[in-house]
C-alpha cells in the first residue's frame, strides 16, 4: 500500500448496490467478481494517485491528494466497472459512490476524522452508477472537471444524523447513466417530531427496507412490529425524516403512549395536525378535509394498548389520500396493513470479534460504544476489550434498549465485569433516563407493559414457554407446557407472535417459536413465582431425551440430513436437559441422552462439547446403570477422547468398554470397539498391534453380519495402509468402503470415506480423480453441516491448488481449514500434520514471507462459506483442465 496522503485529503467511498441479494443469488460466482471489483478499483485509484485503504464488506475507502484526482479517478472507476463483463447470473455490479475533503491524518493505515462520517452518510444517498459529491469538493474540483462532464447541484441534503445539512452535488457526464434517479433536497417539512438527543446508529438497510414500502403504490398502512426496547420509535423517525419532503403535507409524529381511552386517539391525532373540533362538523370529518387536501405522512407511535380504535384509523384509510406508519408490539389486523417485523441489531460475526476496526463497523458495538462514551468519555473500542464487548451484545440478543442500559454501566463496572453479571440480565438493565417513558426506564418494565395486557391463560402458557432454551416447535410446546391439556396452545402462540413476545421463524422445514433472552428470563422469572418451573423442567427434560432416541438410529440413515438438521435445532433445549439430569442427579437418563446425541456432536460440535458430558455422567456412574447403557457410553467418551488426541485415555476407555460388550456377546459393540483400538493404536505409531486388532474386528464383523460393521474395517485398512505410505492401497480400500456406504445409503460415512479416498488418491498422483473425490465429500459436508470434513475437503483442495502452482490460493485454503479445526480442537494424524507442514513449507518459499503471511491471514478471516466456494473453484479448474 503506498503513502497516505494528509493534510487536506479528498475521500472516495464506494458500495455495490443491491449487494445482499447478489450474494444471495450466487454467492460462489459473487465472491470471484467481488474480488474483481476490488481489484479494479484498487488499479483504477493507484493510477490517480491515490491509496485504496480499507475494504469494508462489499464497500471501498480512497484516500488522494487532491481533489481533482479524487474525482477523475471516480469517473474513470465508473467507466471501467461499467465496461466490465460481468457474470450473466449476476448482471453488472453497479457502484455507488461519493467524494467529500476535509483535514485527516493517517494512523496505523487508517483514517479518524470527521469528513469520513459525513461522507458515510453522503454515500448511502447515491444509487448504483452515480457519483455524489460534496460542496468541499465542489470547491476544491470545480475548475479541474474531467473533460465532458459537470457537476449538477442538488440542493442541501439533511444527512442522517447530522446537524448541518449538507449541499449536494452529482457528477454527471455522457459516459455515465442519465436515468437513475436523484437524491431530492429536504424542504424542511418535518412536523412534530421529538427531538433526538442521541445520535441515531446503524439500520441503514431497514430504513430504506420500510421507506420503499410506505412509497410503493397501493400501500397505506405500514406497521412497525417488534418487543419494546427493539427501536421501532426511532426507526419510525427516521423514515419519516426521511420521507418528509417526499409528501406535499409533510410528515407529522403523534405519540399515543400515554393515552389510556381509545376514544382518545381522533382528538390526539387532530391535535397534532393543529385541528380543533368546529361546530358542525365532527372530528373524523376534519380530519378527512384536512388529509384530502394534502398528501401527508402519517406515524403514529406506539398503539399496542389501543387496539380497540383500529377500526377509527381504516376509516381515515377509507377516506383519504393519507400514508400511514404505525408503530405497535401487535398488528392492527385491518384490512391493507402491511407489517414489517423490526429485527434486533445485527450481532458481530466471527470474524469480526477481535477486530477493534471491523467491530467498529457492526451496528450493535457502535450503539454500545456511543452510549457508553457518553458516560465515561475515555471509553474505548480496542482489539483488547472487543470481544467481550461483542459477547456483551450478544448475550443481550442485539436489542437497543438492553444495549443502551447496558453500555450506562460502564461508568462503574468494565466490560468484562459488566458481562460476567449478564447471566441474569434484567436486574441489571435498569437506570434509563428520568425523561424516558416510564415503561423505559428499566427492560423488566419494557416487557411487564406488554406481559400486562395479556389474558390470564395467555400469561400462563407464556411463563411455561420460558422453559424453551433456543426455541422451539408447536409439537413441542403441547407435549411439554399444556400437562392439563386446558390451553389453546396455538391460539395462544398466536397472539403471543402478534404481541411481540414470542417471535415465529419460518425459514426451516417447519416453523419455530422463540424469545429473546431477556423476555425469556422475565418469563422464567414468572414460572418460578408460580411454583411450575420443577414441574415443567421435568416435562421438558423427558421431552428432548425421547427426541433425540427418535433421531439416533436415523444418523446413519438415508434421512439423516433432516434428523441432525432437526438437533442443530434443538441443541439448546438439549442441552438444557442435560443440565437438568445432572443437576438431579439422573445419571442413567443423562447418559442414554449423551449416547443418542454422539453422532450429532461428532458431525456439528467442537468434539470437548461430547466428551465434558460423557465425563461429567461417567464421573457419577453408578452399577445401578444398566450395563449396556454403560458400555455405549464409556465407548463414545473413548471415541471423544481419541479425537480430542487424548490416546492413552482413549485406549483405556475402549479396553473397558470392549470388555463390557464382549460380556454381553455384543458382536456389533465388539467389532466397533476393536477397530477404536486399531485406529488409536495407528495414532501413537504402533502399526503392528493396529494390524492385529483390525484383522480380529474384520472377523467379528463378518461373524455379525452387519454390512456397516464390515466397511468401517475396510475403512480403517486404507487408513493402516497410509500410515505405511502404500497410497495406492489406501485409495483402494478407502474407495471399496465409500461403495459399501453408497450401498447403504449412510451418506454421513460416505462423505468421510470419500474425502479420505481423495486425500490418498491425491498422494497416490491422480490429481483429477482426487478433485473428484473431494468435491463429493465437500458437498456433502455441506449439506450435512459437518465442520470437520468441510475443513479437510478445505485441506485437499489447498493440496489440489498447490499441486497446480496456485500457491497464494493454496495457503489461502489451508488456512481456512487450520481456523477450522482449531475452533472444533481436533488433532491432525501426525503423518497428516507432517504432509502440511511440507507443503506449507514448499509455498512459503514459493511465495516468499511476506506474500504467505498476508494469504495466510487472509485464510484465516474467510468466512466458511467463502473458503467452500474457493474450494469448489480450484476443483472446477482441475476437472476443465482434465476435459
Known amino acids: 500500500m503506498g503513502e497516505l496522503p494528509r493534510g487536506t485529503v479528498t475521500f472516495l467511498f464506494t458500495d455495490v448496490e443491491n449487494s445482499s441479494a447478489l450474494w444471495e443469488r450466487d454467492g460462489a460466482t459473487m465472491m470471484t467478481a467481488l474480488a474483481r471489483h476490488v481489484s479494479l478499483l484498487r ?23 487532491t481533489a481533482p484526482a479524487a474525482l477523475n479517478a471516480a469517473h474513470a472507476a465508473q467507466r471501467v466497472l461499467l465496461a466490465e463483463p460481468w457474470p450473466d447470473s449476476l448482471g453488472p455490479l453497479r457502484a455507488c459512490m461519493a467524494l467529500h475533503a476535509g483535514e485527516a491524518e493517517p494512523r496505523d493505515g487508517d483514517y479518524l476524522a470527521a469528513p469520513l462520517n459525513r461522507l458515510a452518510r453522503l454515500l448511502g444517498m447515491a444509487r448504483g452508477g452515480q457519483i455524489l459529491v460534496s460542496e468541499a469538493v465542489e470547491q476544491l474540483a470545480q475548475d479541474s472537471l474531467p473533460v465532458g462532464g459537470r457537476l449538477q447541484e442538488l440542493g442541501e441534503m439533511r444527512l442522517r444524523d447530522l446537524k448541518r ?28 417530531f421529538p427531538p433526538s438527543l442521541t445520535p441515531f446508529v446503524g439500520r441503514d438497510d431497514e430504513i430504506c427496507a420500510i421507506a420503499a414500502l410506505v412509497e410503493a403504490p397501493n400501500v397505506h398502512l405500514v406497521t412497525l412490529t417488534g418487543p419494546g426496547g427493539i427501536g421501532k420509535t426511532r426507526l419510525a423517525i427516521q423514515v419519516g425524516e426521511r420521507l418528509a419532503s417526499s409528501f406535499a403535507g409533510g410528515a407529522v409524529f403523534v405519540d399515543l403512549a400515554p393515552l389510556r381511552d381509545p376514544a ?16 358542525g362538523r365532527t372530528l373524523i370529518n376534519q380530519i378527512h378535509g384536512f388529509l384530502a387536501e394534502r398528501e401527508t405522512l402519517l406515524i403514529l407511535d406506539n398503539f399496542e394498548h389501543l387496539l380497540g380504535s383500529a377500526t377509527v384509523i381504516a376509516s381515515l384509510l377509507g377516506e383519504s389520500d393519507v400514508e400511514l406508519l404505525v408503530t405497535s408490539r401487535a398488528p392492527l389486523r385491518l384490512q391493507g396493513e402491511h407489517e414489517y417485523p423490526v429485527p434486533t441489531l445485527r450481532l458481530p460475526s466471527d470474524t469480526e470479534r477481535n477486530n477493534a476496526a471491523a467491530l467498529a463497523m457492526n451496528e450493535a458495538v457502535a450503539l ?3 452510549r457508553a462514551q457518553a458516560v465515561r468519555p475515555d471509553f474505548v473500542l480496542t482489539d483488547a476489550n472487543a470481544s467481550v464487548i461483542a459477547d456483551i451484545c450478544a448475550r443481550l440478543d442485539g436489542l437497543p434498549l438492553a444495549i443502551e442500559l447496558a453500555a450506562a454501566r460502564i461508568k462503574v463496572l468494565p466490560p468484562a465485569a459488566l458481562l460476567s453479571r449478564l447471566e441474569r440480565r434484567l436486574p441489571l438493565l435498569t437506570g434509563g433516563r428520568r425523561d424516558a417513558p416510564a415503561r423505559q426506564r428499566t427492560l423488566r418494565d419494557t416487557i411487564a407493559w406488554s406481559h400486562g395486557l395479556l389474558a390470564p391463560e395467555e400469561c400462563t402458557l407464556f411463563r411455561r414457554l420460558g422453559v424453551f432454551v433456543g426455541g422451539w416447535t408447536l409439537e413441542a410446546a403441547e407435549g411439554i407446557v399444556n400437562p392439563e391439556q386446558d390451553l389453546d396452545v396455538l391460539g395462544g402462540l398466536t397472539t403471543l407472535v402478534e404481541m411481540s413476545l414470542v417471535r415465529l421463524d419460518e425459514t426451516g422445514a ?57 438437533l442443530s435445532a434443538d441443541s439448546p433445549n438439549i442441552t438444557a436437559a442435560l443440565g437438568w439430569f445432572l443437576e438431579q442427579d439422573r445419571i442413567e437418563e443423562g447418559l442414554r441422552l449423551c449416547v443418542a446425541m ?19 455422567f461417567l464421573e457419577r456412574l453408578s452399577p445401578t446403570v444398566a450395563p449396556r447403557i454403560q458400555a455405549r457410553a464409556i465407548a463414545a467418551a473413548g471415541s471423544f477422547n481419541h479425537w480430542l488426541g487424548n490416546l492413552d485415555k482413549a485406549r483405556a ?4 468398554a470392549l470388555s463390557l460388550f464382549r460380556e454381553a456377546a455384543d458382536l456389533i459393540g465388539e467389532a466397533r470397539l476393536l477397530r477404536n483400538l486399531a485406529s488409536v493404536a495407528i495414532d501413537l505409531g504402533k502399526l503392528d498391534d493396529a494390524e492385529t486388532f483390525l484383522d480380529q474386528s474384520c472377523t467379528v464383523a463378518e461373524r455379525s453380519g452387519n454390512p456397516r460393521s464390515v466397511a468401517d474395517a475396510i475403512g480403517l485398512r486404507g487408513t493402516l495402509a497410509f500410515a505405511r505410505a502404500d497410497y495406492k492401497r489406501a485409495a483402494a480400500e478407502l474407495k471399496d468402503a465409500s461403495e459399501r456406504y453408497r450401498t447403504l445409503g449412510d451418506v454421513a460415512s460416505l462423505m468421510d470415506a470419500t474425502g479420505d479416498a481423495g486425500y490418498m488418491t491425491a498422494l497416490d498422483g491422480d490429481i483429477a480423480g482426487a478433485g473428484a473425490l473431494f468435491e463429493e465429500s465437500l458437498n456433502l459436508a455441506v449439506e450435512l453441516g459437518a465442520r470437520d470434513r468441510i475443513s479437510w475437503a478445505l485441506l485437499g483442495a489447498g493440496n489440489l491448488a498447490a499441486n497446480i502452482g496456485e500457491s497464494a490460493q493454496a495457503v489461502r485454503l ?12 481436533e488433532d491432525l494424524r501426525p503423518s497428516v500434520d507432517a504432509i502440511q507442514n511440507r507443503i506449507l513449507e514448499e509455498q512459503r518459499h514459493s511465495l516468499g514471507e511476506t506474500a504467505f503471511e498476508a494469504a495466510w491471514e487472509e485464510g484465516r478471516a474467510l468466512q466458511m462459506e467463502r473458503a467452500v466456494a474457493e474450494a469448489r473453484a480450484v476443483i472446477a479448474t482441475l476437472s476443465a483442465r482434465a476435459r
Open 43 to 65: 488499479e483504477t485509484v493507484a493510477a490517480h494517485g491515490g491509496v485504496l485503504f480499507k475494504t469494508v464488506g462489499d464497500g471501498t475507502q480512497s484516500a488522494f491528494p
Open 165 to 192: 445539512a449538507e449541499r449536494v452535488f452529482v457528477f454527471v457526464h455522457p459516459d455515465l447513466p442519465g436515468d437513475i434517479a436523484l437524491p431530492v433536497a429536504s424542504e424542511q417539512q418535518i412536523r412534530h
Open 264 to 279: 382518545l386517539v381522533l382528538p390526539t391525532i387532530a391535535t397534532a395536525l393543529g385541528l380543533r373540533e368546529a361546530t
Open 368 to 370: 454500545f460504544v456511543d
Open 510 to 566: 417447519e416453523p419455530r417459536f422463540g424469545m429473546l433472552e431477556t423476555i425469556r428470563e422475565f418469563a422464567v422469572d414468572r414460572l418460578s413465582e408460580a411454583n411450575e418451573d420443577a414441574s415443567i423442567r421435568e416435562r421438558h427434560a423427558a421431552f428432548y431425551l425421547d427426541v433425540a432416541e427418535m433421531a439416533e438410529p436415523e444418523l446413519v440413515r438415508a434421512n439423516q440430513v433432516e434428523w441432525l438438521d432437526r
Open 598 to 616: 454422539r453422532f450429532y456432536w461428532f458431525r456439528r460440535a467442537p468434539f470437548d462439547e461430547g466428551s465434558r458430558w460423557f465425563s461429567a
Open 653 to 656: 476407555l475402549n479396553e473397558e
Open 814 to 825: 489451508l488456512a481456512a481449514a487450520d481456523r477450522i479445526q482449531r475452533s472444533m480442537q
